[in-house]
């Protein structure tokens, strides 16, 4: 089966967040599986100069947006055995950083046209285009609306999967006609009208012949109105076109056994990890105490990932337990103001990184006890899956994927892999730590649960035959 996956970023490339750690991973997988995969991106100004510099420009066209004639290099690059097209245009992409300017309604309408009129150059002729998020959103539709009666792209069916619906890139109606080439049949409540203005990510969801999204928690969430911004309606009536796919991580690259970045490396050796423990405690300048329960947090500090319930306990918990606590992320002012002034109150006790590191996130992973994910909502969640593999326990509120990857531990059977809890409330959260530590001062219950952590399966093979399925029911629309 050949598979297209078209996204707007994607690792070793460019990445802003859990989008590109999927993009980067899982084509691989599918690989594994028999299936041909390539990936299509925007060559943006931000790709690091050695990727940028050994891409080879195959050909250059012209890609029509609404009545604008554009310049369209198709560039390639080989990663881990996977071919990789990026779409060069530098008035759309080089530029520093990749969202947020106020043309990203034109930029990305380029984009989405310029995925389909490749293919015929770059002779690849996919069985599925497997479009992700907003950015790509308007592929299933251009597909169906505009190519499908051309004989080449007859036989080519789309997936498309929400990764996060909070973004669902919304411009005004004129982006209908003016840079897509539709007509109003499209402008309604029924195809990509949302509020009288132009949902990409509603066009991916209507026009796709099947839609995935990355966990079966989440998947049933959106079709709730607190989850579903405004789009539940069509969600739930999606019925069996509608999946919830866990994701995986590259289990290669982040492998405590071989990590370049951890100071010990370790299979599941207590003392090995207490290595890495005591390591970071010196490079925090914390007190070095291997018997201190430490809890750290690797994320975009925002109130989607809890930091309100954070901020609201953690002058409790640092008051009146013996533990510490380490954060890594940059993000809302008010947060990076919080955690910066609080190292006042509690110097011995609280590390805030007010950056983004990935050799100290690997380093928080491998030498924290316990990892804090208190989410208001994660459709997946890369972050405790990481935790996990590293042996730190995640304790995670039940929503999205959390609540599919992490089993809260029974300590009269002895399963489960972290300690959970449901509502979104910041002393259930700080109860809920208090059950870890207290575990924590069990040491042979916690080696019990740790164990379960460490040795859990995440890589992206079983999730990869499952999209497997996915795109043959999609061939089959």
Known sequence: MNILFAAAEANPFIKTGGLADVIGALPQA?????????IVLPFYKSIPAPIREKSVLLKVIQVQVGWRSQYC??????????????????????????YGYGDDGERFAFFNRAVLDILPVIEFQPDIIHAHDW????VPMLLKAQYRYNPFYADIHSVFTIHNLLYQGIFPYSVLGDLLGMDDRYFQSEGIEYHGNVSFMKGGI?????????SPTYAEEIKMPYYGYGLEGLLGSLGDRLHGIVNGIDTKSYNPATDTYLTS?????????????????????LPIDAKIPMISMVTRLAESK????????????????????????????????WFREALSRHSTKLAAEIRFSE???RRFYAGSDMFLMPSKFEPCGISQLLAMRYGSI???RETGGLNDTVQSYNEFTGEGTGFTFAAYNAHDMLFTIRRALSIYNQPKEWKKVVKNAITGEYSWQVSAQEYLEVYRKASES
């Open 265 to 285: 490396n370790y299979r599941s050796a207590t003392a090995k990890r207490t290595a890495n423990k005591l390591a970071l405690q010196e490079e925090l300048g």
């Open 394 to 396: 995640p304790i995670v």
């Open 30 to 38: 599918l690989q594994k599986e028999g299936a041909d995969v390539r």
């Open 73 to 98: 290099g198709i560039m390639q690059y080989i990663e881990n055995g996977v071919t990789v097209y990026m779409i060069d245009n530098e008035y759309y992409f080089g530029r520093d950083g990749i």
């Open 135 to 138: 950015h790509t959103g308007m």
């Open 206 to 214: 209507v026009f796709a012949d099947q839609v995935t999204t990355v």
């Open 306 to 337: 809890g930091l309100d319930l954070v901020t609201r306990v953690l002058d409790e918990l640092l008051y009146y337990d013996d533990v510490q606590f380490v954060i890594l992320g940059t993000g809302e002012q008010e947060y990076e103001d």
């Open 359 to 361: 050799g100290v996130a």
